[in-house]
């Protein structure tokens, strides 16, 4: 240990309280967001030495995966020495595996990626409880959706708080938020910072989550340079709203999101034994990627077209791969769910043109039910489906939890929009795929349909 130096003047102001034991009393998770160059990391690495050189103690720290450790959260780690004022004698640090020891007291920091779910699960420390658990860019673990970002994060923390007093006990998050604030991140965010009412309404803060959100403009201007401010108030020149993004870190909002016009409160409403005509299902096959299905059947008393119910499979996910046989064996279940719910037949079931092998694999299954090559004109499509859902004549119920999420992130790519073509980007995609081949099936009875739609929609906007 060379020099003295004060740990509050190495983090900027409103990240103190990760260091103050009164602030977080009573609190298990605390999480930091923030716009680019928020300090956040820096502040994080210098908390966690901080915590291992006051007592005897482990940690750990995390991204997704591993590959990702050395040049992050492993690199920081080691520079917050040097802004503590220590040197290399004062620990001892290896890279395979990952770990840093602080010399005086043997206290532990280790790092590690979560590729698989098996990769924390054998994780102690043979003297110490495990402290603080942090994980940088939290927005990695959701890449494959809500659910699996949660129970995986869930996972991890029920590993390490075993054994641990909780009030000794602290799990940090960090990440940057994504433009979209319909994205997975941030309704996990939503989730843990504020207490909810069984129909999602916010009821107040949650006492046991700590957020706290920095800016560039929290740092002093020597730390980060003044080339770097010129550069943030020149992205501000040039794009307002990039700017807010990108180093502010709102949630600005996509512009691009094809279904901007989809609400949840008003168009999932669960399906309630409607008596219903051209029942059909619409499939998505993807081989690694998710293959879905999804049902519907017009209501010609209410005029809408309702979501039924919903399914998908995805060996990208889950980790387990399924044959052409197996998926079709899950959709004549499919099929029989339907029908045990509504009490009516399925009709037909409209397929991605290019998946002709579990067509063929249904077909020799259920060979009374009709199938349909789906009509691939996807711009139109679209279209049929964005108008329906801005006159409120679609609903979604809530088992097609996977369609839902997906109607938020569904997006036009930026580049050739700007060219004037229009094109989905082809990602998060699988159950609007799917839906919009039933649609597109039904077409010709939706546009008999649509003048009435349109009439009750326009009664509806005069009132």
Known sequence: MTKRVRVSSQIIDPLHPIL???????????????GRSGSKSSAMAINVNMRAISKPSAHVMMRKNHNKLESTVYKESLRAFSRLGLTSRSYKA?????????NQNGSMIYFTGSDNPDDTKGMIDDDFNIETVTIDEVNEFFKMGYDRGKEEIDNIKATFVRGNNEDNFKMFYMFNPPRNPKEPVMKWLEEKKYIHDKEGNRLGLNPRTLHLHVTYKDVPVEWNGQGLINSALETKRVDEEYYRWLWLGETVGVKDVIYYMFDEKKHVVDYNNQRLTDIGIGIDYGHGNAT????????????KVRGILGWEHSGRKTGQEKTTQQYALDFREFVREVERKTGQKVQFYSIDPSASGLRIAIQSLMPNLMAVKANNSVNEGIELVQSLTYMNAITYDSSQKGLIEEKHLYSWDEKPLDDGNAKPIKDKDHHCDGERYYFMTIRRELLNLIPLLREGFNVKEKD
């Open 20 to 34: 103050s034991p009164s602030r977080l009393e009573g609190v298990e998770d605390i999480i930091i967001t923030s």
């Open 94 to 102: 290896w890279k395979r595996p990952m770990k840093i020891r602080i």
């Open 292 to 303: 879905t299905f999804n049902a519907f059947g017009i209501d010609r008393r209410e005029l």
